[in-house]
């Protein structure tokens, strides 16, 4: 089966950083587009960040000038580099791709289990 296995959540102090790494895992064919998005208790799920195959990136609003996202297509693998964080950034942080697995034709969309980012004093 093809998964998502995310890691480098944890807790930061305001100010901070942190670093996001997903990787899909089994039999891949191509990925189209890999990602990050987050969400709260009582919040609705928002984009943070998103790559495509091309390495054309796109920011939430409140993401830009402070993450930055890249992608190695190689080995399935995106991060998400976090710089000045704040209360306002604690969340879950959820991996997205939409992906062709090996023996499929067409492209799904799979989703990480989430990794929990804290900032807090």
């Known amino acids: 089966q093809v998964q998502l296995v995310e890691s480098g959540g944890g807790l930061v102090q305001p100010g901070g950083s942190l670093t996001l790494s997903c990787t899909a895992s089994g039999k891949i064919g191509r990925i189209a587009t890999m990602g990050w998005f987050r969400q709260g208790p009582g919040k609705e799920r928002e984009l943070v960040a998103k790559?495509?195959?091309?390495?054309?990136?796109s920011y939430a609003d409140s993401a830009k000038g402070r993450f930055t996202i890249s992608r190695d297509n190689t080995n399935h693998t995106i991060v998400l580099r976090m710089d000045s964080l704040g209360p306002e950034d604690t969340d879950v942080y959820y991996c997205f791709s939409n992906l062709r697995a090996a023996d499929a034709s067409e492209y799904s969309d799979y989703w990480g289990q989430g990794t929990q980012v804290t900032i807090s004093s």
């Open positions: 790559i495509t195959r091309g390495l054309t990136t």
